[in-house]
């Protein structure tokens, strides 16, 4: 498995995977391509964007696994805000995504960043696997919304 940063490349391939995982159990989302293509376009002109693909060299070179985040600047210092990861389903739980934040972690603390931060649904196995991952709760802030 070959970990790396994303490029420009790479957004294509990601699409497919972002789509196939998203628009699956559990989330069951309904992404088509262009709203997704649009999506990682966004991502990829935000200013500080950082996004990391974890490679399966034997399958092809296939992408397996993304994380897509920027780093953003907060009153403590700069902070890495992982906007989406996802790795393959039937991959999951092997240990892609703990190699692929290893690597990311690696990759942003010569930058000066020393918090990494994300929103995540709590009944997704996701929430478990951060929590495993010594990802804390903040217990003072809250999604919220409204639709208009």
């Keep these: 498995m070959l970990i790396r940063n ?7 391939h990601c699409i497919s995977l972002f ?8 989330w069951n989302n309904k992404w088509t391509h262009d709203v997704a293509k649009q999506l990682f376009i966004d991502f990829w002109e935000t200013p500080g964007f950082r996004g990391y693909v974890a490679i ?19 009153w403590r ?17 092997q240990g892609i995504g ?6 990311t972690y690696m990759d942003l603390k010569p930058l000066g960043i020393d918090n990494v931060i994300l929103l995540t649904n709590t009944f997704a196995p996701a929430y478990n696997f951060y929590l495993k991952r010594e990802f804390k709760e903040n217990q003072t802030l809250r999604l919220l919304y409204k639709n208009i």
Aim: hydrophobic share 40%; aromatic share 10%.
């Design 56 to 74: 399966d060299e034997s399958n092809g070179n296939s992408i397996v696994a993304t994380i897509l985040g920027k780093e953003k600047q907060w």
């Design 98 to 103: 703990s190699k692929m934040l290893e690597f």
């Design 19 to 26: 789509i196939e995982v998203f628009n699956q159990p559990p």
């Design 77 to 93: 210092g700069k902070e890495y805000l992982i906007e989406e990861f996802f790795v393959k389903s039937e991959l999951q739980a």
């Design 6 to 12: 994303l490029i420009e490349e790479d957004i294509e």
